[in-house]
């Protein structure tokens, strides 16, 4: 499908009184690599949100993949999410006592596909995450770099065209966030888009494109 | 739009249970243990129709080894003091009424037996001595556990047929020449010992001697005191109320008639009540562990809210989490029902071999105890898996 991945027309996002996003407009080709910059209250875990099709935005119109999300019923974007969203957080969010196989087969879960399958895909996006030695391993057997592999390999199963990363590395070393990075470029390499939302701005200042954000508001682009 | 329209997939059943068993896998004391709360309702319901089923299943033997078509026949209470008899002639009219099988009668006396010579008067036991016709047994349906029962020639003679407590009271454990009693001043010699008569209790401390033995050295009066008839199994009404007019014509109104297994099925009765009453509280102790799996997934529902977010960002709907988590209440209380069916069948086994009755345990208990825990399973689940799915997948994301 040809097309903008995401398109933000005006979207804003208010909690009560207090607005989080303020008409917030953004275009994100198929196959980028940007960086979501701010610092903390600026918008930026809200942007994730609406990005993600985890919130609706208040007013403004947001597009995903082809889809007006505002048209769609939460079943249909959870159907969205499932086939063309792959999301990556700080937290890693590993389910303890279950093997990283197991873990990383959950991202098809609700896609449909038969277990044999899925474990099979699992296998293959270990492999490509450099942890084809871990298949049995547990969450806490694993280092804190690894762990966020196993939560990056989870989210690229089935290929979903779109990548969010909250904070991939905020809760790692220097080393094993550089290592997540390069995972991170790698897929984009290989053609997915990938949004990676961050406070670091040397993180942010690599990448060939970066949307920076104050009070909710997209205060400036920089492209490379 | 171009696009084609978008359609969550749906979850293999594998998938459904997998996923519903999650939890208990993750945490699995907190699920056993809440299993057990609806285990201890099952295995108290189970136990308790286990345990009245086995009961009733002995009654029902008992019933059915000495018949329901045995009637008696005694002398009741008159207004005056002197005693009251039943005529001679009664044994022979009963037998004339159609439709009557058999008829037998023991008449009461006065003697009293003892151990031996030694024992003092007053320490009689509590055993009665009859006077016993020799078709006593065949009629009451009793035979002896040890020796045989009296007959035309041991009847004549100083023998004596004991009850099965009565032997066992006064120490006599086998029969023959060397085993003597001690009976109405004079030594008489043990020739049987009779096995527990179910139907007609009071013969178990009862003693035996041959009618004609008895009106010779026990001041017997020959008159019976209870006379026991056999009727037809579908002439046992039109019979019953036909004994006291034709036992004693004269005065039909002292003649007392009663048909022993009605205590029997009496008591049958007494435990189908007592039986609601315990499968009330079984029910009381089922709905406390259902509050307790309600109360263990409203917890687990708090406590998993990242990875209910988790679930939702890779594209579960919220009925998918509302069934993961209705599937989990399901599955642990259906862990606890057929921990409680076995637990149940267990408690019965024992108490009936202690009883030395057959184990029986209906299938519907069985069953409708499995049936019971998903009902309350699915009841205690509902609200929290609708919570879970009501929780807004950015809420539940959010750092703790």
């Known amino acids: 499908m040809s097309g903008p991945i995401v398109h933000l027309a005006g979207v804003s996002k208010r909690y009560g009184s207090i607005s989080a996003l303020d008409s917030a407009d953004l275009l994100i080709e198929r196959g980028e690599l940007l960086a979501v910059v701010g610092p903390s209250g600026s918008g930026k875990s809200t942007l994730l949100n609406i990005i993600g099709t985890l919130a609706r935005p208040t007013a403004g119109s947001l597009e995903i993949d082809g889809y007006d999300v505002a048209g769609l019923s939460d079943r249909e974007l959870s159907a969205l999410r499932a086939r063309t969203i792959g999301f990556v957080f700080q937290q890693f969010h590993l389910a303890p006592g279950v093997p990283a196989l197991d873990i990383v087969a959950d991202g098809l879960l609700y896609g449909g596909k038969q277990r044999g399958y899925r474990r099979r895909e699992a296998e293959r996006a270990l492999r490509r995450v450099g942890l084809g030695h871990r298949l049995q391993h547990l969450p806490h057997q694993l280092s804190g770099g690894e762990q966020q592999r196993v939560a990056v390999a989870r989210a690229v199963l089935g290929d979903p065209p779109l990548l969010m990363a909250d904070e991939p590395t905020g809760n790692l070393d220097s080393v094993s966030g550089a290592a997540v990075m390069d995972l991170l470029r790698e897929l984009h390499g290989g053609g997915t888009t990938v949004v990676i939302i961050t406070h670091d701005r040397d993180i942010a200042s690599v990448l060939p494109r970066e949307v920076r954000l104050k009070d909710g508001k997209i205060a400036e682009e920089v492209r490379r | ?400």
């Open chain 2, 1 to 400: 739009m171009s696009a084609p329209r978008l359609k969550p997939a749906r979850m293999w059943p594998a998938d459904v249970i997998r996923v519903g068993g999650y939890g208990l896998r993750s945490r699995p004391l907190r699920g056993i243990l809440s299993a057990l709360g609806i285990a201890i309702g099952i295995a108290a319901m189970v136990g308790v129709v286990g345990i009245s089923a086995s009961s009733a299943h002995e009654i029902e033997r008992r019933l059915s080894a000495f018949g329901t078509n045995l009637l008696t026949v005694s002398p009741g209470q008159s207004f005056g003091d002197e005693p009251v008899h039943l005529p001679d002639t009664a044994i022979g009219m009963i037998t004339a009424i159609p439709g009557v099988e058999s008829v037998s009668a023991v008449g009461r006396t006065e003697a009293r037996i003892y151990r031996n010579d030694h024992i003092p008067e007053r320490q009689t036991g509590g055993i009665i001595v009859y006077a016993a016709r020799t078709d006593l047994p065949s009629v009451i349906r009793s035979r002896t556990a040890v020796g045989a029962w009296l007959t035309e020639a041991t009847g004549r003679y100083p023998t004596v047929v004991l009850g099965s407590a009565a032997a066992s009271s006064l120490a006599v454990i086998e029969t023959g020449p060397d085993s003597l009693v001690w009976l109405g001043g004079r030594w008489f010699t043990v020739v049987g010992i009779l096995a527990p008569n179910d139907l007609i209790s009071d013969f178990d401390y009862g003693a035996f001697v041959g009618w004609p033995e008895a009106r010779a050295q026990l001041a017997f009066d020959g008159h019976p005191t209870t006379i026991y008839t056999r009727a037809a199994e579908s002439a046992v009404t039109t019979v019953q109320p036909l004994l006291g007019a034709t036992a004693n014509p004269e005065d039909p109104g002292e003649v007392d008639v009663s048909r022993p297994s009605d205590a029997l099925a009496a008591k049958q009765e007494t435990e189908k009540t007592l039986r609601a009453l315990l499968l009330g509280l079984g029910g009381v102790a089922l709905l406390v562990g259902g509050v307790g799996v309600a109360n263990t997934m409203v917890i687990s529902v708090l406590e998993r809210r990242s990875e209910i977010g988790l679930r939702r960002s890779l594209g579960a709907t919220r009925g998918q989490i509302r069934t993961q988590f209705l599937a989990e209440a399901l599955l642990l209380s259906l862990l606890g029902g057929l921990g409680g069916v076995v637990l149940g069948i267990g408690i019965t086994a024992i108490f009936a071999t202690a009883q030395s009755w057959s184990t029986v345990v209906p299938a519907w208990a069985m069953a409708g105890g499995i049936l019971a825990t998903l009902f309350i399973g699915g009841l205690a689940g509902f609200y929290p898996a609708v919570r879970a799915a009501r929780m807004p997948p950015t809420e539940a994301l959010a750092n703790p």
